[in-house]
């Protein structure tokens, strides 16, 4: 049997893969000319796994996925792969089939660990049965592990325990993240899912998330405080999630990403906090006060190569 081991993540070709720890939901760094800055892709990259992440998500939410091609998505999977020493999972938020069986065939090229797929969304009158049937149809194709995405506040389309029943039941399904914000999913899906990997998108509940025998976390927050959620993982330490709880709180009032952006740049682990619209830039400075007030993290003590 042939195995990579790599942080908390364990990849098998005989056994079903497990994403545990932290994993940042990466923001997607650009150039002046608007493209992907890989320079700054390289530095955030670098910090996560100085900070010790398992891995990380590009194209997701807050890397701008919904603003980003499909070509563009397979080259950003492809330059973090090549950029980072992270195992690398691929966002994929699409209605369409062909575009996201398509984009789980880059990933499988690229040398990605996963792919992070979030529910159809735009079609409303999407039966339970129609939604369980896309995702069956992405698994089957997909040449790499699927996580599946839980984030009815984007989709219109909500996790019901006898969906996530059905799709814990596919081979190629690997884990679970829920962004629904609900703590009351926390038990459904530990009873509905057996086995698989359980990864909290909401930060606020990630230490009753790991009471409950989650995983981890998908994180936007993580792009800017990834070694103190790492170490509440790590060390399953409630006394360092209270302590970062209020950075987390400022961190998700957002606009994320576009707040995420501000801080990195200030940071100079990215180059600009450019995105793309309909986003708008924001101001960084009062939440990077606050970081570097709470949990000490500022330009000067970021550990990472300048």
Do not use: H
């Amino acid at each position: 049997m042939y195995q990579i081991f790599v942080s908390f993540l364990v990849f098998s070709y005989t056994a079903e893969v497990t994403f545990r720890g932290v994993m940042p939901a990466c923001v997607t760094p650009f150039d002046p000319d608007g493209q992907v800055d890989e320079v700054g892709l390289a530095k955030l990259l670098a910090y996560f796994l100085a900070n010790g992440c398992s891995g990380v998500v590009v194209a997701g939410t807050n890397g701008e996925g919904p603003s980003l091609s499909a070509v563009e998505k397979r080259d950003l999977v492809r330059s973090a792969v090549r950029l980072g020493d992270l195992p690398v999972i691929l966002g994929i938020a699409t209605p369409s089939l062909t575009e996201a069986t398509w984009l789980c065939s880059q990933a499988g090229k690229s040398g990605a660990a996963g792919v992070l797929v979030m529910a159809p969304g735009y079609f409303r009158n999407a039966s339970e049965s129609g939604v369980i049937g896309w995702f069956r149809a992405v698994a089957e194709s997909s040449p790499v592990p699927v996580i599946a995405y839980n984030f009815p506040k984007f989709t219109g389309f909500t996790f019901t325990e006898a969906v996530v029943t059905e799709l814990a039941k596919m081979q190629n399904v690997v884990g679970f993240k829920d962004s629904s914000g609900e703590r009351s999913n926390l038990e459904m899906f530990r009873r509905s899912a057996p086995g698989k990997s359980l990864l909290v998108g909401d930060e606020t509940l990630l230490w009753d998330a790991l009471a409950a025998g989650w995983s981890g976390s998908i994180s936007g927050a993580a792009n800017l405080i990834p070694g103190w959620l790492s170490r509440v993982v790590a060390e399953k330490n409630e006394s360092v999630f209270q302590t970062v709880l209020p950075v987390v709180e400022a961190i998700r009032k957002g606009p994320q990403p576009a707040m995420n952006k501000a801080v990195l740049a200030e940071w100079e682990i990215i180059n600009s906090k450019d995105i793309r619209l309909p986003l708008e830039e924001a101001d960084g400075a009062e939440l990077a006060g606050l970081i570097e007030e709470r949990v000490g993290i500022s330009a000067s003590k970021l550990g990472i190569p300048r």
